[in-house]
């Protein structure tokens, strides 16, 4: 069983760093692939960035490139997502997921969703 939590979302004025983490409690997180995405208020949840079980391949999206990285550390079942240079755009609830079919980018085929941080960014 794959439980998924999230911490570390908060107020952070724009240009600064906030660095979210997802652990899940389960015994068999590393053979999942993990992605964060996130839903701002009256849009649609997005793709934000994912990285395979082993954690050699790391996928962003384009809004993201270059500010975010997703790393993992499969000794404490845990995911992280480092935000740089962080815009008032980015403001969402940001929800890590896992999924065991090597997809990454549609969130469709995610199997297990945590409950979400907020992270607000002030400009």
């Known amino acids: 069983q794959v439980q998924l939590v999230e911490s570390g979302g908060g107020l952070v004025q724009a240009g600064g760093s906030l660095r979210l983490s997802c652990t899940d409690s389960?015994?068999?997180?590393?053979?999942?692939?993990m992605g964060w995405f996130r839903q701002a208020p009256g849009k649609e949840r997005e793709f934000v960035a994912a990285v395979t079980w082993s954690g050699a391949s790391k996928y962003y999206a384009d809004s993201v490139k270059g500010r975010f990285t997703i790393s993992r550390d499969n000794a404490r079942n845990t995911v992280y997502l480092q935000m740089n240079s962080l815009k008032p755009d980015d403001t969402a609830v940001y929800y890590c997921?896992?999924?065991?079919?090597?997809?990454?980018?549609?969130?469709?085929?995610?199997?297990?969703w945590g409950q979400g941080t907020q992270v607000t960014v002030s400009s």
């Open positions: 997921a896992a999924n065991d079919r090597g997809t990454y980018y549609n969130g469709s085929f995610y199997d297990y």
């Open positions: 389960g015994r068999t997180f590393s053979i999942y692939t």
